[in-house]
């Protein structure tokens, strides 16, 4: 019965394991698996060590290891009892006064179990927090010192009042580099039993921008429609034009092939089901790659500065990315 009951736990886990998602199926469980962030990792490898450590504020962008790095903060430390001393909290679902006066005071009182001497509380994306529940943070994290540390992590400091940074030691994360990109898509490839090319991987870096788990996000979409993945995949999926398209309908602007160059961005954008605001930040990066003087390059990326500002505040997106190749054939003409 014992041997069943085993087998039967293992088949749950396996399933669990096949249907779950690979974001947190690849999450990192020690510092040795974290990508990227070395700096960052010694540090707080060493206050681990001495099992003390200050505030920290974790800041950067989104999907480059911030809430993972505290997960392993708390599993390092705290070992097997890491839930009971680790308290997370999603500033944007939970943003108001309450949450810090209730929920955070609460378990912050409490000592910690274990051996060391303090609690975390882990306030995820807390740049989403009100000022009045920051000011209230502020306070509380001055009067449960002695029982709980605090991790914040947030996308923009700049967003979190001065009395809080000033209270925590702050580490700026930064997008993952494409060797450590290319690591973990192997790895998951290598577990999952698909294939990618490196086209299919340089397509992947393209589109995630150093973001590992939209990355994972597009791979496991990906996987599910089929084994061998290509750069045609990861763009259709990622919703994102090939750099190529994107070049080719500049290009033509740029000879002074105005109805082409519409018509062929009409039909990208038609294809990827793109909508204005992502089309033009492809142009923008695209431009660099066009054979044309540098000091036009600039000018051409400020004219694409002007266009999507005219679109965010409410301008017709076609209008605009007409007015905007526009430029590129009045930039040929003046030759």
């Given at each position: 019965?014992?041997e ?46 001495q ?41 944007s679902?939970?943003?108001g ?79 993952l580099e494409?060797?450590?990109m ?28 150093g ?37 080719e ?79 590129f ?7």
């Amino acid at each position: 019965m014992e041997e069943e009951s085993k087998a039967s736990e293992e088949n749950t886990s396996d399933n669990a394991s096949k249907h779950s998602m690979w974001v947190e199926k690849y999450r990192p469980k020690a510092f040795a698996d974290i990508k990227g962030q070395k700096d960052i990792l010694t540090k707080v490898k060493a206050f681990i060590s001495q099992k003390n450590m200050p505030h920290l504020m974790f800041a950067g962008p989104a999907g480059v290891g911030k809430s993972t790095t505290a997960l392993v903060i708390a599993r390092e430390l705290f070992g097997e009892q890491w839930r009971e001393n680790f308290l997370e909290l999603n500033a944007s679902d939970e943003r108001g006064i309450d949450v810090v006066r209730t929920k955070v005071k609460d378990f912050a009182r409490t000592r910690a179990m274990g051996n060391v001497p303090f609690k975390i509380i882990f306030l995820d994306e807390c740049d989403a927090l009100t000022k009045e529940a920051q000011q209230a943070l502020r306070r509380t994290m001055e009067n449960y010192t002695q029982t709980t540390r605090f991790v914040l992590s947030c996308n923009y400091s700049s967003k979190i009042i001065d009395p809080i940074q000033s209270r925590c030691t702050v580490f700026r994360f930064k997008p993952l580099e494409k060797e450590q990109m290319f690591e973990i898509f192997d790895k998951i490839a290598k577990e999952e039993k698909i294939q990618i090319d490196k086209s299919g991987k340089e397509a992947l870096y393209i589109c995630s921008e150093g973001d590992c788990r939209k990355a994972e996000n597009i791979l496991q979409s990906c996987a599910a429609v089929a084994t061998k993945i290509t750069e045609d995949e990861i763009y259709s999926l990622a919703s994102v034009a090939k750099p190529k398209e994107v070049n080719e309908f500049l290009n033509l602007a740029l000879q002074n092939k105005f109805i082409p160059a519409r018509e062929k961005l009409l039909e990208t954008m038609l294809k990827y089901g793109l909508s204005g605001s992502d089309i033009i930040k492809q142009i923008q990066k695209e431009v660099w790659n066009l054979q044309i003087a540098d000091p036009e390059k600039v000018r051409l990326v400020d004219k694409c500065g002007e266009i999507e500002f005219r679109m965010t505040e409410g301008s017709d997106e076609f209008l605009q990315l007409e007015a905007l190749l526009a430029q590129f054939t009045l930039h040929a003409m003046k030759k």
